[in-house]
């Protein structure tokens, strides 16, 4: 019998689908990166940095290890897809900050580009973010990622 790989990571082993809450997070925020077409270093640095913030992510051991294990869990699949299996995963407060995580990813770079905005906006709809919180949430990344 084959033993199944494991890729590093606080999940324990490959899988192809999410299996909790923090899968699911962590899916909106690997869409969030690649929501504009290009990687920046600084939307990594957020993957890092919500990883070690959010207790929802305590047992993950490595950021970057488990941010690749969901990224290959949702490998092949098309955005609407990916957002919906999140979506049924996340409680209405867990919605929320997957919204505020893609966010922050989002305006990493102190703009938002026409993809992240349309990315954004429908995973406001899908997780069911009412759309005045979701303004209150955008206003604090933005004003959390200034430089000037």
Known sequence: MKK??????ACG???RTLRSQSD???AICVLALASDGKLDKRELSRIDTMVAMNPLFDRVK???????CVAEAVE?????EVIAEAASLLSAR??????AWAAQIALADGKVLPGEHK?????????????VLA???????????RSK
Do not use: Q
């Open 4 to 9: 199944e790989e494991t890729c590093g990571c």
């Open 13 to 15: 082993g490959s899988h």
């Open 24 to 26: 699911a997070v962590m």
């Open 62 to 68: 490595s950021a970057r290890e488990y941010a690749a």
């Open 76 to 80: 092949g699949k098309g955005r609407a």
């Open 94 to 99: 867990l919605s929320e900050t997957a919204y």
């Open 119 to 131: 990315f954004l906006s429908d995973i406001r709809k899908a997780l069911k973010v009412h759309g």
């Open 135 to 145: 303004g209150k949430i955008n206003a604090v990344a933005a004003i959390l990622n």
